[in-house]
């Protein structure tokens, strides 16, 4: 292992009793210094199961967790979070009521037994990273939820730990301050060069935050990747599916052709030994073009400020999703053609139907 790696995650299994499947299972990665690594997933996932256990929280069924190159996790071993040098920001703020900002920023110094004035100091630097600097006398009934968020990433961020640990923190906020506080925290986080885990099940924040993002699904890791990779490149039907909200087609493959109902191309990233599956087109990828000869029609017209989202109903009765700028202008009942960007198309393998003993066995 590198000096520049922080944080090992190896062969990880979490299985709670009296359940017949893994929570976590058997999922490994590395974390290097300065990185912001996004979990990613529906609930359920396991995401916040793999960060409690990396906390200190939870202790691994099987495998092994590694920070700054000391074993702090297994089958066999666990050590205390207070003892890991992580720190932890929650979706819920977790601060004290009855203490005003200084003092809840303190709350973690204290324990380093620092001197008084190195833990004045402190505070005033991480209230001035945070943007709430001349706040430190108010109570946290007294800010306002981004406010009391960012007071809980100071009180995380004034230990300096080697790994900052963050459970969803901005799903209790309105949109705007979301939006803000995306920007914010990366900002702050990459000024420090603290390496940190973003918990969340929002595409857009985990793109907009992290460095490379884990896409999660029943407890193992689909993609892990950049943000780019994950959503040019998705590696299943399920990352694509969740991260870039596209239009899966059926299609058969004759020859190096691909046909579908609205249409039928040549695909650069096609699969050469699939007969045939699901064309993947995400939403931007289709261009509308009014065809009164054509088959598809214009059910439904969103306006998203900078976009429309058109809903299309193709001849067998099924809907897909086009986004346009605000330049392409269409009624509702118009007949379209559809053009897409094929070099950004992929085809996955059909789904099977699971079967009636599969079907009995999920409803028990």
């Known amino acids: 292992m590198t000096d520049s790696i922080i944080l090992q995650v190896e062969q990880i299994i979490k299985q709670f009793p009296h359940q017949e499947i893994a929570a976590v299972d058997q999922i490994s990665f590395n974390l290097a210094q300065g990185e912001i690594l996004g979990l990613l997933g529906p609930s359920g996932c ?88 001349g706040l430190e006398r108010r109570y946290p009934h007294q800010l306002s939820g981004g406010q009391q968020q960012r007071v809980a990433l100071a009180r ?26 995306r920007h914010e925290i990366r900002h702050i986080l990459k000024g420090t060069g603290i390496t940190a885990m973003f918990v969340t099940h929002d595409q857009e924040e985990a793109m907009a935050i992290c460095d490379k993002i884990a896409v999660m699904s029943s407890g193992t890791i689909e993609q892990l990747g950049t943000p780019e990779e994950i959503y040019t490149r998705p590696k299943s039907r399920f990352v694509a599916e969740f991260v ?60 998203l400020g900078r976009e429309y989202r058109y809903c299309l109903r193709t001849p067998s009765g099924c809907q897909i999703h086009a986004r346009t700028t605000i330049q392409t202008q269409l009624p509702i009942g118009t007949k379209v053609q559809l053009a897409i960007a094929s070099q950004a198309a992929q085809v996955f393998p059909t789904i099977p139907l699971p079967s009636q003993k599969e079907m009995s066995s999920l409803s028990r």
């Open 244 to 303: 870039t909200q596209a239009n899966f087609i059926p299609a058969k493959r004759r020859g190096q052709i691909w046909t579908t109902e609205i249409g039928q191309w040549e695909l650069p990233y096609s699969g050469e030994n699939i007969p045939e599956g699901e064309l993947m087109v995400r939403q931007e990828d289709i261009k509308l073009e009014q065809d009164d000869t054509a088959e598809v029609v214009i059910s439904d017209r969103q306006f």
């Open 46 to 133: 396991g995401k916040t199961t793999l960060l409690r256990m990396i906390a200190g929280f939870e202790q691994p069924s099987a495998g092994t967790i590694e920070l700054g190159g000391n074993l702090v996790a297994s089958a066999q071993k666990i050590l205390p979070p207070e003892q890991r040098n992580t720190g932890m920001v929650f979706q819920d703020y977790a601060l004290f009521p009855h203490l005003n900002i200084a003092d809840n920023i303190a709350f973690g110094l204290d324990k380093k037994k620092l001197p008084k004035k190195e833990i004045k100091q402190r505070i005033g630097e991480v209230l001035t990273l945070v943007g709430l600097e």
């Open 156 to 181: 995380a961020l004034a230990p300096k730990p080697a790994l900052i640990l963050l459970d969803e923190p901005l799903s209790n906020l309105d949109v705007q301050v979301r939006l803000r506080l």
